[in-house]
């Protein structure tokens, strides 16, 4: 999910205030009652309990798929079990995000995370991977790729974030609103639903089912504190000077309804990216995998094969 979801969140909370209403973390056992498979999908790195799920033969090439802000792993679901017919199938909630504990070093830049996504594939033996993100996913996935081409065969890039909008600059930390530090005592599930209506194209997609994960997930112990302190350290590069280093093959995936990164970006990263191409989603917005898995995998599934 990108932070850009943010802007619309200080207004859902500044319309809350009328009516007050605390809002506290849910329990962390509650949670891994609903969303844990596994205890032994807790993987500890550098610290760092992350929320891990596998799929598909060890010995497949590896796939690791890169969620955005304020998302989860089971953002994935409708696309794994297909990825898991071929590939070795790796997908994690980010630090602060999901079931993932947040960063006791309190450190969220994406320099952190990438060192964090390399730790776990040394931990998994993973050499090199087909790198997939969403949004700030993406930008954490060609950021790898540009640093670490060794590890990194393919890309998938789905409205990757990383080009300057209003409120960012390159360089300068993002100038959050005050008001956004109130989403740690006050988030009414109420007003919840718009900010995840607007990852859609279609709103009448999102089911209850869904909503309920999200919701739920950013009230875990921590997250919201987390997910505050990344967008607070976010330190955007100029990407014009790291996407013509990638050499490897790039496939971008846009929704023509994203409201969040506009499908205009896709021009930017066409003209910087050596060997990138794009396919765009008509009727679909910034979470193409997850609003409607079967036609968004159809053109991936092709790009793995070519």
Do not use: C
């Amino acid at each position: 999910m990108g932070m850009r979801l943010l802007a619309v969140l200080g207004l859902v909370i500044l319309m809350s205030l009328g009516a007050y209403a605390w809002t506290p973390d849910q329990s962390r056992v509650s949670l891994e009652a609903k969303y844990l498979q596994s205890r032994a999908d807790l993987i500890d790195i550098d610290g760092v309990s992350l929320h891990v799920r596998e799929s598909g033969a060890k010995t497949a090439p590896a796939i690791i798929l890169l969620h955005g802000f304020g998302s989860s792993l089971q953002t994935w679901d409708g696309w794994v079990e297909s990825l898991s017919q071929s590939y070795r199938v790796v997908r994690l909630d980010l630090p602060g995000s999901g079931l993932s504990s947040p960063d006791p070093t309190g450190n969220y830049t994406d320099e952190r995370t990438r060192a964090l996504i390399l730790g776990l594939m040394d931990r998994l033996k993973i050499k090199r991977a087909v790198i997939i993100g969403n949004s700030i996913g993406g930008r954490l996935a060609w950021g790898l790729a540009a640093r670490h081409p060794e590890r990194v065969s393919r890309l998938v890039l789905i409205a990757p974030d990383g080009f300057a909008s209003p409120g960012f600059n390159y360089g300068q930390k993002a100038d959050v609103p005050l008001t956004l530090s109130l989403m740690v005592y006050v988030l009414p599930k109420a007003l919840y639903r718009p900010n995840i209506e607007a990852a859609y194209g279609d709103p009448s997609r999102l089911d209850d089912v869904v909503l309920d994960r999200y919701y739920d997930l950013t009230l875990a112990p921590g997250s919201r504190k987390a997910l505050l302190a990344r967008m607070a350290q976010t330190v955007l590069e100029d990407p014009r000077q790291l996407l013509p280093t990638i050499s490897q093959p790039v496939l971008l995936l846009w929704g023509d309804r994203d409201a969040l990164i506009p499908p205009a970006n896709a021009q930017d990263y066409l003209k910087a990216l050596p060997k990138a191409r794009l396919v765009t989603f008509p009727g679909l917005g910034h979470v193409p995998h997850e609003e409607d898995p079967a036609q968004s995998l159809v053109p991936v599934l092709a790009f793995l094969r070519g």
